[in-house]
């Protein structure tokens, strides 16, 4: 059986926390925001914010960003993103849900490249603890696997290790049978017989 992966994972402390938000309302301050719109422009400087209408940049002073999320409800209620259950917030929805992205940002590298077999993996668990995370996809859709099979290929470790109602797109009809033929087993499957219909869609793929 799969699901073997810890589900234990802590992401930030409260210092770190700060120390995000901190730099957040120093860049709003120093470096400020460019915004392509005349009347946000203007309704920022109405409030105290320095703006440079030459380059459309808004320096925005702290009291104003804070003024700004005082004015947010905090009476909003958390549950999972799936089948209509999500947090709402103030008077719209926050919606959390993962998203399938051939490409990710690579942090250590500090550039953007396509998505790996590990990539995707590492989706999955961060998706299956993160609480308001509903339904999980493969974010970082695996560039090795080829264009035509990587749906099969993607729905063969989400369904192995996805702790959650799990999704990605379908490529072809050809796909969906296998696909389908692996939903159909998914509460009593072995790792094997995932791997042996993947295989056999492979298989297929390289006769068409």
Wanted: charged residues 30%; negative net charge.
């Amino acid at each position: 059986m799969g699901k073997k992966f810890i589900t234990e994972l802590s992401i930030l402390d409260d210092k770190e926390v700060e120390a995000i938000h901190g730099a957040s309302l120093r860049i709003l301050r120093e470096i400020g925001v460019k915004i392509p719109d005349n009347e946000v422009l203007k309704l920022l400087e109405e409030n105290g914010a320095d703006i440079n209408w030459h380059s459309r940049v808004a320096k925005i002073p702290e009291p104003l960003v804070q003024k700004a999320l005082d004015g947010v409800k905090k009476d909003f209620r958390k549950a999972t993103a799936y089948f209509g259950q999500h947090p709402e917030l103030g008077r719209g929805e926050f919606i959390l849900w993962m998203c399938r992205e051939p490409e990710v940002i690579d942090l250590e590298r500090n550039e953007k490249r396509r998505g790996t077999h590990d990539d995707m993996i590492r989706g999955i668990t961060v998706g299956n603890v993160l609480e308001n995370v509903g339904v999980i996809e493969p974010h970082g859709i695996p560039g090795e696997v080829p264009p035509d099979i990587v749906d099969v290929y993607c729905y063969r470790y989400l369904y192995a290790f996805s702790k959650k109602p799990c999704s990605t797109w379908i490529y072809s009809a050809n796909s969906a049978r296998y696909i389908i033929e692996m939903a159909k087993i998914i509460d009593s499957y072995t790792e094997n017989e995932l791997e042996s219909i993947l295989k056999k869609a492979i298989i297929s793929r390289a006769k068409n």
